[in-house]
Structures are given as structure tokens and as C-alpha cells.
């Protein structure tokens, strides 16, 4: 079994909104991460977290905040984001740093 | 970085092998390559991946070069399921945490 799941599969959300997305794996795996991948590009590696710990920010806008409450959940906290913050957010997990992740389905987001 | 080129697009018949080329003349020795592929927007699918030797799964077979400048990705017999985008990629050991870069990909269709 290698899913992960992701919610909601679809988000539109103003520019004064709070909101979160949320991803779960029940893999064991314990590195986890979050893309973002704009309409015709590739993903973007945004943040990874390795034993709830987060390992790399790759340099996002705080308006993003990453959340590892445990081993097998990961959450992304949205706030006061822009329209160009639209796009698809991918989750991935992978058993370790040096395994193969495995992507969600995404959440396409859209802000107005 | 080691960084990943591959064609923009390619055409291939229903039935017959897809041959899916790729360059990275910058990667390192201990850096593997990975492909990917993205169907429409769904979340990126784990295809193969290798180091040095020749790879077969039930999905594709990876056939690295002895210089590990390039590799092609080998779908046996393609159908019209497997048109989606293909990611060949490297990943990179940055920070003490391990990434996957993904580069501008493959449009793969096959034809009926």
C-alpha cells in the first residue's frame, strides 16, 4: 500500500481567509513533504520534514506555515494568501530521506 | 546541482516500446536517478529508479549509461494509459536531507 491521501481535494479561499490543508499516510513512513506545482510547470519542493522535524523550508512566504503534528499527518496552514498562490499542492511521504517518495492526489487551490 | 534535460514531447503508436531519453551530465556519484510520471494533473506516480545498473520493474525498465551522463526509460508496451507527462529526475542530497528537483518533463502520447 502506498497512498497517501490529501484534503480537501479542492479549495477556494480569499485573500483575508484562514485555512489548512491537510495530508496522511499510514505507511510507517517517516519523511514528508510539500509541493507546489503551478498550471503547466513542474512541482516545486516548498517544505520536507524528517521524524516531525522540519529539514528544509525552501525559502516559502511565511503566509504558508507547515505543521507535523505527528508521524503519520502532515498539515499546511494557509493565511492571507495572494491569487498567484493558486495551484495544485501535492503531499509526498517516503519511508526515509533516501527512499522514494510517493505523491497524494493534490489539492487544487484557488484564491480570489 | 545535477540537472535533468529531456525532450518536450514525444509521439509514440499503441502497442509498440516507448523510449523515453534523458540527460544528466552534471550527476554525481552517489545520486540517483529517478522517473516519475503525472497524468493530468493527479498526483505525480513513482515509475523506477537507479544508480548504476540497469532497472526492471513491472511498470518500465531504466537503462543508465556507463558514464551516468543519460539514461531512457523504457515502457514495453505502451497504451493509450500511459500518455502523461514523464519526470526524469535527480535527486540531490542537500542540507542533510535528500530532494527531488523535478525538470520540465516529457509529454508522452501515445497514438491509437
Known amino acids: 500500500d502506498t497512498e497517501v491521501t490529501q484534503t480537501p481535494k479542492h479549495l477556494v479561499m480569499g485573500m483575508t481567509n484562514k485555512k489548512s490543508l491537510k495530508c496522511e499516510q499510514h505507511?510507517?513512513?517517516?519523511?514528508m513533504y510539500w509541493y507546489k506545482q503551478k498550471a503547466k510547470k513542474p512541482p516545486e519542493l516548498m517544505f520536507v520534514y524528517s521524524y516531525e522535524k522540519l529539514s528544509i523550508n525552501e525559502s516559502v512566504p511565511s503566509r504558508f506555515s507547515p505543521e507535523c503534528p505527528n508521524s503519520s499527518l502532515l498539515n499546511l496552514h494557509l493565511h492571507a494568501l495572494q491569487p498567484e498562490d493558486s495551484a495544485l499542492y501535492l503531499c509526498?511521504?517516503?519511508?526515509?530521506?533516501?527512499?522514494?517518495?510517493?505523491f497524494g492526489p493534490g489539492t487544487r487551490l484557488l484564491v480570489l | 546541482d545535477a540537472k535533468t534535460t529531456q525532450p518536450p514531447s514525444m509521439d509514440c503508436a499503441e502497442g509498440r516500446a516507448a523510449n523515453l531519453p534523458c540527460n544528466h551530465s552534471t550527476i554525481s556519484g552517489n545520486e540517483y536517478v529517478y522517473w516519475y510520471r503525472q497524468i493530468h494533473s493527479q498526483g505525480p506516480q513513482y515509475i523506477i529508479h537507479?544508480?548504476?545498473n540497469n532497472e526492471t520493474n513491472e511498470m518500465a525498465s531504466l537503462i543508465i549509461t556507463e558514464d551516468r551522463k543519460s539514461s531512457t526509460l523504457i515502457l514495453p508496451h505502451a497504451t493509450l494509459r500511459d500518455t502523461a507527462v514523464y519526470y526524469c529526475i535527480v535527486r540531490l542530497a542537500v542540507q542533510g536531507a535528500q530532494k527531488l528537483v523535478f525538470g520540465q518533463g516529457t509529454r508522452l502520447t501515445i497514438n491509437p
Open positions: 537507479g544508480l548504476k
Open positions: 505507511m510507517g513512513h517517516r519523511a
Open positions: 509526498a511521504s517516503s519511508q526515509g530521506q533516501t527512499q522514494t517518495q510517493y
